[in-house]
């Protein structure tokens, strides 16, 4: 059956080193000096053999008098000449690592038998840098027997501390007794400001992006009220749109119109200005271009008559006229050009044109 491997390496690196790593900087975090204020307050009676009941309340550490609540822990203090104390300077290094590194001299140091000891330890600041570790050892028979000479003092605590009191800084607490209660109630404080300052962060971080929340909010209404607003104008921008085109198409229509010929009033024209005794054998319209071809006694004359014409314009003979041997007349074909102005179909209903000068020579 294969075993499944707890080596959380990713890429070759170890990730529970680089946890620890991450973490080592901020386990004295509740020591600092920004964070001592948050650090439980709780009292606790110290029972001492030769003396008076001290008090001691967290970062005011000893007291002379009872604090106004009653303290909720005790803890019986060690004479000194139960305990052999040691200071040690240690490199920087985290609590757990500092503690393995203690063990290892306590071992050393033990005039017990290793069954019978206790002890414990506390840590300070060397202006070097380093790890000043005070170191108390004791045996455990005689402190569960002094323990048990102060029991009528201890107000019925089931399980009391064990501090070594020094004559300055905060007591050097033995371990394997009462002290869980206090350390249990110590993490269930962190927990709760932990939780108080991420709640704190996550407002200020709150009230910093509101102003951004307001304009992006106010944005996305914007978009959402210009496409509500697209969505109804676009039946009527639609019909606009058709409208639009209609429009055009009229004039574009219209213009068209403007410019046809009206094949009549052309015809009218001719019937008017050519000379009687001329036959017209093809017409033919293209655009505002006519070409004319037929018969008649004079071409000259008809060509200059149809250019004194008022509408017509760049009258000339594609071909030049032929006369048939034994025939009267003059084959001619004319083209000219007419004024859309004049002979469109929407001035149909204009003034007439001027009547044309008459042409010299024999009747239509």
């Keep these: 059956m294969p075993s499944i491997s707890r080596d959380l390496r990713l890429f070759g690196l170890d990730l529970g080193a680089l946890w620890a790593a991450l973490r080592r900087p901020w386990e004295a975090a509740p020591g600092w000096p920004i964070f001592s204020w948050l650090a439980p307050d709780q009292p606790v009676r110290v029972v001492r053999a030769d003396a008076p009941d001290a008090f001691w309340q967290g970062a005011r550490g000893r007291m002379a008098q009872p604090p106004a609540g009653a303290p909720s822990t005790v803890a ?37 038998p290793a069954r019978d000891l206790v002890w414990g330890w506390r840590r300070r600041s060397t202006p070097g840098g380093g790890i000043a570790a005070d170191v108390a050892l004791a045996s455990r028979r005689q402190v569960a027997s002094h323990l048990e000479s102060l029991a009528m003092r201890q107000d019925g605590a089931a399980v009391p501390e064990a501090w070594v009191v020094p004559d300055d800084g905060p007591p050097i607490v033995l371990p394997g007794y009462g002290e869980d209660r206090r350390a249990a109630a110590a993490r269930r404080h962190w927990r709760l400001c932990r939780a108080l300052l991420a709640l704190a962060a996550l407002l200020a971080l709150l009230l910093v992006l509101t102003p951004s929340l307001q304009l992006w909010l106010r944005e996305a209404q914007s978009a959402r009220a210009h496409a509500e607003l697209a969505a109804q104008a676009r039946p009527v921008l639609a019909r606009r749109e058709a409208l639009v085109q209609a429009q055009e198409a009229m004039a574009a229509a219209a213009k068209l119109l403007d410019q046809r010929i009206d094949p009549l009033r052309v015809l009218e024209l001719l019937t008017q200005a050519l000379p009687d005794g001329t036959a017209v054998q093809s017409l033919r319209l293209q655009g505002d271009v006519v070409t004319l071809s037929g018969t008649t006694g004079d071409a000259a004359s008809l060509m200059q008559g149809l250019g004194r014409q008022p509408g017509l314009r760049n009258v000339r003979a594609p071909a030049a006229a032929t006369h048939q041997p ?39």
């Design 76 to 112: 019986v203090a060690l004479p000194q000449a139960m305990v052999l104390q040691r200071t040690v300077v240690l490199p920087r290094a985290a609590a757990s690592e500092a503690a393995h590194a203690l063990g290892l001299q306590v071992q050393g140091w033990n005039p017990f």
């Design 326 to 364: 034994g025939a009267a007349v003059e084959s001619f074909t004319v083209s000219f050009q007419l004024d859309a102005a004049a002979f469109a179909v929407a001035s149909r209903g204009a003034p007439a044109p001027a009547a044309p000068a008459t042409v010299d020579g024999g009747g239509r």
